[in-house]
């Protein structure tokens, strides 16, 4: 698997595709005069400039943070470049030039045909007319008033939507990597579900023109308006590969009166081979804001890459009888650490929440859950229940659980559940014992205790990811 | 039953395993023909479940001396998994909770694999669900266990029967049964014997590992093995088990040299 990671990686020096890029890169570092750059190549509007500044002054005075329980070297945010030009990606013309090591990986991932083409770097055309699909799948949301673009695109076309909601639900100064996020943004994604409109398909970053280039800093903001639907798919289950190892994104969910926003991340980051070189750093900021009534958000992710996932996809439940979801699989191996879990924010009455989180760890990995529940004077009748389950396989991984709980209401429910099992000998040999080998034997375990996340996922991507667990969880055991 | 000129399914001969540089198993000779029901018994500690862990494979135990034969094959050679698919079959003194996991989902799983094996045909889950409830009468158990998660908040009594009806689907040549009485009440162990009994023919052959005679009342053993210390001191008919019974391990301990000269 790493032979086939490092060449992946390795790709865009072995084909030479750095020619004439260098000329359209920002010089290293960060200052006022670089965000000014930024804004000024991507034509910003001046008020998009001055939130830029503000995040960049607000950056200047935080400090790293370094509670969370993942170790790695001090970062050089001078030693990065903050803006460059789209990477032109050269187009392989068939299937036939695709390192045939890489369609082994999607094959055993079960990535259907038409996205291998995609993912490996093929000119889609050359496969299926992609532009009809994307423009088919366009046509359909355009009709019912749904905006789905990149965010620079809504910028330009939809400013009073950017300018009334980005940065409401995280701030510019919310923490360190949200400020530097906010400050240095340069593309993702834009999603508006007008008032009563149920959006009829899931909405996948795959089919949003423009992915390529989204970048390091990636900026998402999803709005869902009074009665709306909406189910968004992030990622997908295919490796998936930077040459920048620091990642920094922000996602922003609002949902108005009885509007319902689901969701669902895939992640899978270069984790690093497996002495735990290399490898993305994802420091991601997630949070939705169920500001109506009734409304309705839920998260639900598999995390099965990166060397080190900082992540707390968050609910502020203002709305009274507002509900907050979240759903999470934490797969760690090797030499990946995981710091992930969420927030649930209870502010109005009746409020509900349900955490479920299973965090798996192999070889000499650590994972742990960090959530917060906090009932507010305010969240009359709220309620809270968490199961945080973690597993280990083998005797070098850790796992480790940071509830905080914060109730401040007395009439509110608060359930805490967590427990810790281990995939040992004993385990394995029950399974042998009835003819199962071992790799099978783990992804069926690692399958059962999964079962109430992959559950909230759509369909596809719930079997996608069954495959992908079993994948990166392969020789780990025996 | 004793079968005139049945075949030998299992030659062990001067076994010597340990765990963690401590010996358990100090020399073990033991034969099983089809068609036999063996029971094993002794103390805690006297190595039995040892014995019946290590014919399964287990990876924490090292052999140190003897051979295992099993029909034409050389056990000790063969993974867990390809001594469970040779036939061979040990039903679990604590059989594993598996969270999640359906338990028909299980069962199918464990016997296409044997099925796929022996070159037979493998069931779809429909076929199964057929199949799998007409083998559950056997054991008297409701159709609930096959939608629970495996052996999760099973009941002593629920988890033994799940284990035997493991061995009636996956139909083993040779059985293990390692203390299959425990935490069973008496209505329990009927059910469980009557199992054990309808699944035993001439072509398989049982190993019944347990310290209380009480189970033998209703699997009767053929030939009953007494193991102290690691060693098999002891071997005759059913009826050393009730002497046994009246007598105590003591007995054994005392006399174990006059009672075998009585014997033979």
Redesign the interface.
Known sequence: MSAVLQSLVNQPYKHGFVTKIESDVAPKGLNEDIIRLISAKKNEPEWLLSFRLEAYQKWLTMKEPEWQNVHYPKIDFQAISYYSAPKPKKKLASMDEVDPELLRTFEKLGVPMHERAALAGVAVDVIFDSVSVATTYKQKLAEVGIIFCSISEAVHNHPELIQKYLGTVVPVGDNYFAALNSAVFTDGSFCFIPKGVKCPMDLSTYFRINTEGSGQFERTLIIAEEDAAVSYLEGCTAPRFDTNQLHAAVVELVALDNADIKYSTVQNWYAGDENGIGGIYNFVTKRGLAKGKNSRISWTQVETGSAITWKYPSCILRGDNSVGEFYSVAVTNNYQQADTGTKMIHLGKNTRSTIVSKGISAGHSNSSYRGLVRISPTAEGARNYSQCDSMLIGDQCGAHTFPYIQVHNNSAIVEHEAST?KIG???L?????????AE?AVS??I??????VFQQLPMEFAVEATKLLSFKLEGSVG | MIVNNSKTLLLVQGLRASINGTEILKGIDLTVKSGEIHAIMGLNGSGKSTLAKVLAGHAAYEITAGTVRFEDKDLLELAPEDRARAGLFLAFQYPIEIPGVANTQFLRLAYNTIQAQRGKEELDPLEFDDFVREKMKLLDMNPDFLDRSVNEGFSGGEKKRNEILQMALLEPKLSILDEMDSGLDIDALKTVANGVNQIANKDNATILVTHYQRLLDYVVPDFVHIMQSGSIVLTGGKELALELETRGYDWVTANKRSIAGAIA
């Open positions: 099992s000998e004993d385990q040999f029950y399974f042998s014992q009835r003819g199962i080998d099978e069926m375990i399958n059962g205790f999964c079962k109430d």
